[in-house]
Every structure is written in C-alpha cells, then in structure tokens.
C-alpha cells in the first residue's frame, strides 16, 4: 500500500494534519501540489491572489522537498488529469489529504474519478473542530459571539486570571473604534519584493489569458511563512499600540492603518491562529502593550474568526443561497472599475482593493457591503464579487461575513440588525466626505447622497421584515415621522439611480 498526500494551496503548514500523519515516513510518501487551469478560470480572481497562492505553494514545496519529503509540482488544465497520472506512476492506493475547509471544493474533491482510494483527515487549521463547535451550539438558546469568544478565552486559557479575565473585564470596545478626528500617521506596512519564484509566476501570468481582476503590481505580498512571520512581529512592534482605537477608522491614501495584514497568511496556514494569539498575549505581558488593543486584536482571531468558521460548518448546504431581503439588483458595475465612480468612499476603497486586494473589515462591512445592501443587490453577486476582489477570500469565511454579516441575508442568524447606513457613519468614521462631489447632509436632490436616499429607501421598502427585530424600532420611528412628500421623492431618486446604471 502507498500513501500519498494531495496538499490544497491553503494548506501550507508542515504541521497540517496530512502531513502529520505520515512525519516518521517522509521518503516513502509522495507528496503533490496541483496549480489547476480550469479552476482559476472560474472567476476572474484578484491577480495578486493568484500570484500569492500559486508562489506560496511553490515555495512550500521547495520547503518540503529539503525536508525530505517525494515532492511532485504539476501546473496541469485541470486537478483529475494531474491526480491520476502521478496516482498511476508512484502506484498510490491511498489518496490523503486534509478536508478541504470550503464546501463547494469538498464536494468537487468527492466528484473526481481517481485510481485511488481518498481519505480525508480531520483538519487542524482552527481552534475549535466542527464537533466542539456543535457540541458548544447544542447546549445554547442563543448563538452570540460574545458568548462563544468568552467560552474561547476560558478553554484555551488567553488573557485569564484563574477564571476572571484579565483586566476585569471582557471588552474594551469603549476605549476602541475613534473616529479619525485628528491627522494620524499610521506605520507603513511591511512589504517585500518579489523574488525569483513569485517573479516567473507574476510573468506566466501575465501572460496567460486567464479573465483576472485589479492590478499584478507592485506586489508586496509576503510568499512564505518566514516572511509572514515578519509581518506578524512588525505588526507587534508597530502597530498593536493603536490597532483597537483606530480599528474602524478610514483615511484616504492610508490603505491599512493600524491593522494587522495577517488575514492572507493565516488563510494559507502560512500562520496559525494559536501562534498569532500567544505572540500577542505574550507581548502583552513582556511590553505591556494596551489591554483595549491586545484584547481587541485577540478577539478578532479567537472570536470572530473561529466563529465564522463554526457557523459555515453548522449551517446546511443552502445558506450561501440564502435571501432574506429578496434582493435581486445586479451589482453596480462601478465595483469592477473604481473609475466609474464619483462616489469619494467607494471609489477611494474600490481603488486600494484593485491596487491591493485589500481593505479593513470597515470599508469592506459600512462602505462596500453596506452600499449593496441598501441598494437592494444579490447577496451572491455581492458574494462572487467579493471572492473575486480580495486577497484573502475564501469561501468558509466570506460566505458568512457577506451573506450573514454583511448582506443580513440570512434574516438574523450571525447579526442582530443589518449593518446598514446612512452617510452619517461614514462620515464620522472617515476624511472621504470632505473631497466628496456628493453633499452627505442631503436625502435628495442632484448633490444627494446616495448612501443617504437609499438608506432611507431601504428602510422603508422593508418596514416590515425590519420591525420583527427589535433593535431597529428606533430608527423605524425616525422614519414613520418622515415626511410623506419627502419619503417619496427618496424612493423616486432610488429607483431612479437603479435605471441610470
Ligand atoms: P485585522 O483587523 O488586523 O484582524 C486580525 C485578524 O482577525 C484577521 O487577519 C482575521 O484573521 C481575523 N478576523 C477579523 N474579523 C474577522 C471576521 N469577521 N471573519 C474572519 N476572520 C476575522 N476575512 C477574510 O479572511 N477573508 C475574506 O474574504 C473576508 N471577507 C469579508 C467580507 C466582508 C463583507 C466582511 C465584513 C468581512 C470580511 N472578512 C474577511 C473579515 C475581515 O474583514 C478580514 O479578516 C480582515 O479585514 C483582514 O484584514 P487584517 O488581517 O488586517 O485584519
Ligand atoms: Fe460617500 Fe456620500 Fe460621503 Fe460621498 S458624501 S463620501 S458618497 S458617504
């Protein structure tokens, strides 16, 4: 009987759980990594992911063949061809490989006609398994982040005294989320230039004729874990000072602020979420760095990220499809193209995304997914889009951050209310107003903004659905109190807007 093990482009830690399993039997196990053709054709994904992930794998194979391991490297039009000619020519009976984390690649994997038996084993890439994660629902009324991340910091013991957290308390969230009211000069992230490797891959692809999205250059993606790594502690020393005040601020012309960039390696397995969670607690104790920023940062991996992750995996087949607005707009063409926008926020975000493939939780949830929502989009043509865009998506956590979280798609089950907002918010939290050609204190009129005709459209065309939610009667009253004359010529300038694009 031979093992071999089939490594997934996020996958690429040499402690994932397949490649674990055969450690004491690296020379007798062939291992493969496959850069598929037909699958990058699927969508036409951000050039800079697809130099990320195919780089990152190459260089993870290098990595592995110095280790010792049989290592084979395919570039092959689709996964079936390259699996079955390498099964035959080491004679593999026993395909390994750890469960992909998206389910539509599960059940692709499930579809392929191979000359091996597969095996899926159990992933390690999460804090919590499925089991845990079904085990902690089923003994719950409710399903609240706040409760699980509390569970979380108990179970893997982070920032506790005995059983009281540190600093007395759970949250900082007070001290956190400042608007940008003076001029703030955040640290320039880490970047590295490309090297040999990611170069022949920026040149192949630019020479292929793959449908792709934003721009290849200036590519400044680290490609191995020893360059995450040094993103990691670049962010300890610099940024994690400031990451919780300004956390949700936006700033035009500063891309990343005081956030981390982890995002893209951790989704690889380049870094794991423990080892990201130590280093920061453990700086915390050494360099007494503040508890708001510490705390909030760890939230973010220890709550949200896990709980995203355990959510997908709990909900059936069809929540993807899930559409509990029944938004049937086609996305605006403008997020393609950001310069088909006048629009100061979006376009400023829009832009960064195509020079990037990046932007903050808070241009991404109050200022991309915000403006689809309350324009009435698809929730899975926001969801395609967004894969499409960022560096870091996949289908485990964008399918419930934009269809639950940001597209409230799913009528409450990750959300309370719907992030939806008027420009208001945008506003308070950011400098793009200010250059803006639209006038935010306007609801209607040809200097409207539109954040703010379509807000109130929103909420008037789902009134109803809104009012069973408890935690939006306020803002339904403001609306109620709306002068008719004025409601109507709101919802007019909305579907006017909707024709024109
Ligand atoms: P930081 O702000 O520095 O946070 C640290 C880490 O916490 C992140 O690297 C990430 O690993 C984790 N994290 C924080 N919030 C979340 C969350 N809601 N879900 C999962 N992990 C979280 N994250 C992705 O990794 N891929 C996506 O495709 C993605 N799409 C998103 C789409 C929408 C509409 C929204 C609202 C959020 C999305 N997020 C996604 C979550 C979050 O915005 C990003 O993880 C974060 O912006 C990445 O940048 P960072 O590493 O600088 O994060
Ligand atoms: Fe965005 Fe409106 Fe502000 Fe312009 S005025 S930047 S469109 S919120």
Redesign the pocket.
């Known amino acids: 009987m031979t093992i071999g093990i089939w490594i997934l482009g996020n996958q690429l830690h040499s402690e994932q759980a397949a490649l674990l399993s055969r450690k004491n039997n690296k020379q007798e196990t062939p291992v493969i990594f496959i850069e598929s053709l037909n699958y990058v054709r699927k969508r036409p994904y951000h050039q800079q992911k697809l130099v990320l992930v195919f780089s990152a794998m190459r260089h993870f194979a290098e990595e592995l063949s110095s280790e010792g391991w049989s290592v084979t490297y395919k570039i092959s039009e689709n996964f079936e061809q390259a699996l079955n000619s390498w099964i035959r020519a080491n004679q593999i009976t026993e395909l390994r490989l750890v469960t992909p984390y998206d389910r539509p690649f599960l059940t692709f994997i499930q579809s392929l006609n191979l000359d091996s038996n597969i095996k899926l084993i159990p992933n390690n890439h999460f804090l919590w398994s499925h089991q845990e994660f079904k085990q902690w629902t089923d003994s719950r009324k409710r399903l609240l982040l706040e409760d699980f991340y509390r569970e979380g910091r108990k179970r893997f013991n982070i920032l506790m005294e005995g059983d009281q957290p540190i600093g007395g308390q759970w949250n900082f969230d007070k001290q956190n989320r400042k608007p940008p009211k003076k001029s703030l000069t955040p640290p320039t992230p880490l970047g590295f230039e490309p090297d040999q490797i990611t170069q022949q891959v920026i040149n192949d692809l630019k020479s292929s004729q793959i449908p792709t999205y934003g721009q290849i250059e200036p590519f400044k993606w680290g490609i191995n874990r020893s360059q995450a790594l040094q993103v990691l502690e670049c962010f300890i020393e610099n940024n994690l000072d400031n990451f919780g005040a300004y956390q949700d601020a936006m700033v035009t012309g500063e891309y990343t602020m005081w956030h981390s960039l982890i995002s893209p390696y951790i989704n690889l397995g380049l870094l794991t979420p423990l080892e990201v969670i130590e280093s920061i607690e453990k700086a915390y104790h050494e360099f007494d760095y503040p508890l708001n920023s510490v705390e909030g940062l760890i939230r973010q991996i220890l709550g949200w990220r896990e709980y995203m992750y355990g959510i997908y995996q709990l909900m059936d087949d069809d929540y993807s499809q899930k559409n509990w607005f029944n938004h049937q707009e086609k996305l605006p063409e403008f997020y393609w193209d950001s310069s088909q926008t006048?629009?100061?926020?979006?376009?400023?975000s829009l832009r960064q995304v195509e020079e990037t493939g990046y932007g903050h939780h808070i241009q991404r949830l109050m200022?991309l997914g915000n403006?689809a929502l309350i324009v009435g989009v698809s929730p899975q043509a926001v969801n395609d889009w967004f894969h499409s865009a960022f560096i870091d998506a996949y289908d485990w956590v964008m399918v419930p951050n934009v269809i639950g979280m940001g597209q409230f798609a799913d009528g409450g089950i990750l959300a309370s209310k719907p992030y939806a907002a008027?420009?208001n918010?945008?506003?308070k939290m950011?400098d793009?107003?200010?250059?803006?050609?639209?006038?935010?204190t306007q609801r209607t009129g040809d200097k409207a903004?539109?954040?703010?005709f379509f807000y109130w459209d929103f909420l008037s065309r789902h009134q109803q659905q809104l009012k069973g939610l408890g935690r939006m009667n306020l803002i339904l009253a403001n609306l109620k109190k709306m002068d008719s004359e004025e409601l109507k010529a709101i919802q007019s300038q909305a579907q006017h807007w909707r024709e024109s694009q």
């Open positions: 006048d629009m100061n926020c979006l376009k400023q200022v403006f008027s420009a918010y945008i506003n950011s793009y107003c200010k250059s803006c050609v639209y006038k935010r903004c539109p954040f703010n």
